[in-house]
């Protein structure tokens, strides 16, 4: 999801029909074009499109929401409060992390309106506020955070419950100097997957069982979405966006088949440069199963090319995959819930175990 808007800049949203760049390098069978600019030179925290293909773009200069159309059309659903991400829950309501309000994520209805709000309410922290917000099929919160606890300050995964209880779990990554979760993907299957971007561990958490592992080596993650609509061979796999430093720098999505050991495969090579340090990050799919990629505010759209046209190149050979077993160690705490009366019980969790 998209937060942004002010005034005359909703103006600044125009279409570009068409295929772009032909430097993209994507597997045969598939093509891609621009499909809309919506104020470039922004950095979007969220994207998510709704069930009727209406695309939700937060961006944080503007404090706004930002509602496209399929069509392309524009509008400010949200606007004033400094929208990270955003996610759906099952009846349609919509779920922003925010920076202000106590670092709160709030809930709005598909009018608009606001219904709600949690707190993440993280005794150890730093900076806590919710940079990702992500929501499950039961209804838990994931949503990411800076802590500080055993190793110090890191960026952590943060599972709130359904409610009532809304019972907290941290789960710390890998401890790195400048720490960074920038997005969080769920499986059909309930799994979910994170990673820091200035790490590599790409992690998988068990929010039944509480636990989890590493099980892929990936420099550089800044976005991740998991295809449960079979986007490419049927299979649920997970889609990686990565941007890599350098002159110049290397931006491209990567694509994990989950099924095979979490082997790694180049899926789009070459993606536009249109900053530097502002590459492919946010990702969502619409019912159509096309990819929508956020890219320093122009939205790309990945599609499979119809019969009548020729495919893309292949996008080259498979990237060698690593894999780590991480110790774990697991602190007990207490915060105040969202009236600030009662305590609630969580449970931080770093490595494959929790006690």
């Given at each position: 999801?998209?937060?942004?808007?002010?005034?005359?800049?909703?103006?600044?949203?125009?279409?570009?029909?068409?295929?772009?760049?032909?430097?993209?390098?994507?597997?045969?069978?598939?093509?891609?074009?621009?499909?809309?600019?919506?104020?470039?030179?922004?950095?979007?925290?969220?994207?998510?499109?709704?069930?009727?293909?209406?695309?939700?773009?937060?961006?944080?200069?503007?404090?706004?929401?930002?509602?496209?159309?399929?069509?392309?059309?524009?509008?400010?659903?949200?606007?004033?409060?400094?929208?990270?991400?955003?996610?759906?829950?099952?009846?349609?309501?919509?779920?922003?992390?925010?920076?202000?309000?106590?670092?709160?994520?709030?809930?709005?209805?598909?009018?608009?309106?606001?219904?709600?709000?949690?707190?993440?309410?993280?005794?150890?922290?730093?900076?806590?506020?919710?940079?990702?917000?992500?929501?499950?099929?039961?209804?838990?919160?994931?949503?990411?955070?800076?802590?500080?606890?055993?190793?110090?300050?890191?960026?952590?995964?943060?599972?709130?419950?359904?409610?009532?209880?809304?019972?907290?779990?941290?789960?710390?990554?890998?401890?790195?100097?400048?720490?960074?979760?920038?997005?969080?993907?769920?499986?059909?299957?309930?799994?979910?997957?994170?990673?820091?971007?200035?790490?590599?561990?790409?992690?998988?958490?068990?929010?039944?069982?509480?636990?989890?592992?590493?099980?892929?080596?990936?420099?550089?993650?800044?976005?991740?979405l998991f295809d449960t609509v079979g986007f490419f061979d049927g299979s649920e796999d997970l889609f990686v966006a990565q941007w890599i430093p350098g002159s110049p720098p290397v931006y491209r999505i990567l694509r994990v088949d989950v099924d095979?050991?979490?082997?790694?495969?180049?899926?789009?090579?070459?993606?536009?440069?249109?900053?530097?340090?502002?590459?492919?990050?946010?990702?969502?799919?619409?019912?159509?199963?096309?990819?929508?990629?956020?890219?320093?505010?122009?939205?790309?759209?990945?599609?499979?090319?119809?019969?009548?046209?020729?495919?893309?190149?292949?996008?080259?050979?498979?990237?060698?995959?690593?894999?780590?077993?991480?110790?774990?160690?697991?602190?007990?705490g207490t915060a105040m819930d969202e009236d600030e009366t009662d305590l609630l019980e969580y449970r931080w969790v770093e490595?494959?175990?929790?006690?």
């Open positions: 999801m998209r937060r942004h808007v002010l005034f005359a800049l909703v103006i600044s949203l125009c279409l570009f029909p068409g295929t772009a760049s032909a430097d993209v390098s994507l597997p045969p069978g598939y093509s891609y074009e621009v499909f809309a600019a919506v104020l470039p030179g922004t950095v979007p925290y969220g994207m998510r499109i709704d069930t009727g293909d209406n695309l939700f773009l937060s961006v944080y200069e503007t404090n706004s929401v930002y509602k496209v159309t399929p069509e392309g059309g524009v509008s400010v659903f949200i606007s004033a409060f400094q929208p990270m991400g955003i996610d759906f829950d099952a009846s349609g309501n919509i779920y922003i992390g925010r920076c202000i309000n106590n670092n709160s994520i709030a809930i709005f209805d598909p009018s608009g309106t606001m219904i709600g709000s949690v707190n993440p309410l993280v005794t150890f922290r730093s900076n806590p506020y919710p940079g990702q917000v992500t929501l499950d099929d039961a209804g838990n919160i994931f949503t990411a955070i800076e802590t500080i606890g055993v190793g110090g300050s890191r960026d952590s995964v943060l599972q709130i419950g359904p409610p009532p209880a809304r019972t907290r779990t941290i789960y710390q990554l890998a401890n790195v100097d400048g720490s960074n979760v920038l997005d969080i993907a769920v499986s059909s299957s309930g799994s979910v997957y994170s990673a820091n971007c200035f790490g590599t561990d790409l992690a998988e958490i068990d929010p039944v069982a509480g636990t989890k592992r590493t099980v892929a080596q990936i420099p550089w993650v800044s976005g991740l095979n050991g979490f082997t790694v495969h180049p899926f789009a090579e070459n993606m536009p440069i249109i900053r530097d340090h502002y590459g492919p990050r946010l990702m969502d799919f619409n019912t159509n199963g096309d990819l929508y990629v956020s890219i320093d505010g122009y939205i790309y759209r990945i599609f499979k090319t119809p019969t009548n046209q020729p495919p893309v190149a292949n996008a080259g050979p498979d990237i060698e995959v690593l894999s780590a077993n991480i110790q774990y160690t697991v602190i007990a490595g494959d175990t929790v006690l």
